[in-house]
Structures are given as C-alpha cells and as structure tokens.
C-alpha cells in the first residue's frame, strides 16, 4: 500500500469528526473548509509521525483543532468584518436574538481559548469541544493524563477569569458524547 493510501486510509473513519471539529471552533462554513485544509497538509507533511504515534486519529484530531486555532488567531488579528459572521448557521429553535446571543457568546469562547497556551488551548478543545476521554488527549498532546488534568484546570481557571463577564461557566463541567464513555479517571 502506498503512503497516500495508507494517510487515507487512517483518516477516512474519522473525516466527519475532523471537519466538526474545525467547524465548532469557526462556525463559518469557508473557515471551516480552510482550516480542515490547513490541517490535512499538516497531516500530510507530519505522516511519518502519524503513522508513528500510539494514537494517530487522536493526533489527527488535534492537527485539525490546532488548524482551526491558529485560523480564528489569525482572523481575530485581521479585525475580521462583519461579512464572516452572514454564513453562520441558525438554529430554528431559538429566536434571532437568541442565536445572535449564542453567537456572540461563543465568540467570546473562542477568543479566550486563543489566548491560551498551545498546550492548554488543544486540551480544551479536545475536551469539551471534541469531548475526548483525558487518555486520548494525553496521547495526543503525548503527555501523561496528569498533565492533560493540569493544563485542563489552568487553562479553565483562566478561561473563568477572561470570560467573567459573561456570568455563566462557558464550558461544562461534565462532558457527555455518544463517542467518549464515561471513564472513572476523569
């Protein structure tokens, strides 16, 4: 099997779980389609090491969360323009108001997990974004879950002093997803 076979073959399973990644973090359909390109030239580029980690479709998913970061950086240093925000979806059960709300206030999110460091910023996103078990998250970052718990608390308690403001805690405690069961350790 050749090695661009051998990429897709790795990365066709989980291609549906790559683009809502980068699109819970955009949430505009041609930053979305972007950053996922972004992210396949990295994987690209970085196969050998793909194909090396214990846990490739965990790397994969954070070259795709790591893409999506740095384009929403870099819009956000643009002074992105009203134009970006037309494409967003709504959703029909809230009112206008409320999905501008909603917009806004995941704008914010977004914005302060920017600023955080790399390493905290790819565990929150994997997270409570992705909702990643701590395991998959330390295979991706490869580092103990230990250190996924510290730079989850750190990146969660600055997250709660930049986004004080918007009263609520902006990310769940507790994160349930048909695709990370429930593990004692987390």
Not at 9 to 15: G, L, N, Q, R, V
Not at 82 to 109: A, C, I, K, M, Q
Not at 123 to 145: G, N, R, T
Request: aromatic residues 4%; neutral net charge; glycine residues 2%.
């Amino acid at each position: 099997m050749d090695e661009n076979a051998a990429l897709s073959k790795m990365i066709s399973p989980i291609k549906d779980r790559m683009f809502a990644t980068v699109w819970r973090i955009l949430r505009h359909p041609q930053d979305a389609e972007d950053a996922l390109q972004n992210a396949l030239v990295a994987v690209w580029r970085r196969q050998a090491q793909v194909k090396m980690h214990p846990a490739p479709q965990a790397l994969i998913l954070r070259i795709c969360a790591d893409a999506a970061i740095d384009l929403f950086r870099r819009r956000r240093m643009d002074h992105v323009d009203v134009n970006l925000f037309e494409g967003r979806l709504t959703s029909d059960d809230l009112l206008p108001l409320e999905n501008l709300v909603r917009d806004e206030r995941l704008d914010n999110v977004m914005a302060a997990i920017s600023r955080l460091s790399p390493h905290q910023a790819t565990a929150i996103v994997m997270k409570y974004i992705q909702a990643e078990p701590h395991a998959q998250i330390a295979e991706a970052l490869d580092c103990s879950i230990e250190t996924v718990r510290e730079h989850l608390s750190r990146g969660r308690t600055r997250l709660e002093r930049m986004l004080a403001n918007l009263g609520s805690d902006p990310l769940p405690r507790k994160v349930t997803s048909p695709n990370c069961r429930e593990n004692k350790d987390e």
